[in-house]
């Protein structure tokens, strides 16, 4: 299924994620399924698998000052931002 996502509203404190949706914006038409940005990386981590709220993400590199860059699906991704609170529309588009 090929959608459009049009963000209409959101909170305050959901800014970053907005942030990280659209600078993905072109990958994500572009058909890569999954997003990349960059989290505080835990203490003593055991494996690469991540839960970003109860999502399943993963690591793919450590960076400087205890950061690590995240991938997650964009599916998992909409679900974290309708976690939340941002006011997300989703229409169908049609082949």
Known sequence: M?????IKDYPKEAEKLIHIWQHNCDS???GIDFITFINKRPNNPKNDNRKIAGLSAKSISYLKDDKELIKMSVEN???LMAKF???IEVIEKNK
Do not use: R, S
């Not at 090929?2 to 049009?6: D, G, K, P």
């Open 2 to 6: 090929e959608a459009n996502i049009i």
């Open 28 to 30: 994500i038409n572009h």
């Open 77 to 79: 991704f909409i679900y």
């Open 85 to 87: 609170g941002v006011d």
